[in-house]
């Protein structure tokens, strides 16, 4: 027996089966993101829609989110958004369903490569169901969108520092991607922050001006968005329009994340 073609086979049998199981946790994925999609608005969706019904972008800037809380990204993108497709419920958080699907592709990528198949595909189904993924997905707000540029931004700093040959193109990716987590959510732009700073001990001569350069272009691209940043870091956050947590919410957080069942936990 020819081991060595037995052995290509085994490995092409494997990789056939890994992408099988990918297709097919992504279909179910989209199947629960896309089913029942049309439910009332939440409170803070209704609150996100009423901020984009000016009549200008100047206006979008000053009385849509220059007051508000978060990053001013996701504030654009309904505002186009919604006067090209309406404002039905369906209509609006199909995007937002559409880059769930698409953070559970990313998710698999990641942790395939960083701990192998068997892991990525773990990830990847527990995001595909889980009530915490499957609800932010859901909804046309900040949070499922800004996991998703956190999974595509970490697949790019991935390639870019470890790839044999890093490549201008996964430095932009990447520079494109980190910028997006920043206009997304202050949680997402945080990660990017910290997963550009940890970059740097993991730099060598051939990726090192190629990741300086992508960090700086992320953050000329955020940096018109530098004043109203700061104007959300005086309006204050927990205490004053946010309850305070108690003293036991993170072990509750991660017994929600875990839909609240000890089998999945």
Known sequence: MNFAKLLRETKNDQHKRYWLLT?????????????????????????????????????????GFYVDGHPGGIQVFLYYWVKLFGMSEWAVRLPFALTGVLAVYFAIRVFTRWFGPTAGLLTGAFLAFLEFSLLYSQIARPYGAGLFFSMIMTWYWTRLLFDEKPKVSLALAYALAAAACMYTHYFSFLFALIAGVTGLFFLNRKSLFLYIGAGLTAALLFSPHIYITLNHLSIGGVGLWLAKPENAWLLKHVWYIFNESYWIL
């Open 23 to 63: 297709g097919l946790i992504l279909l179910v994925a989209l199947a629960l993101r896309l089913t029942g999609l049309g439910f009332s608005y939440s409170n803070d969706e209704l609150s996100a829609l009423v901020r984009v019904r000016f009549d200008s972008f100047s206006q979008l800037v000053d009385d």
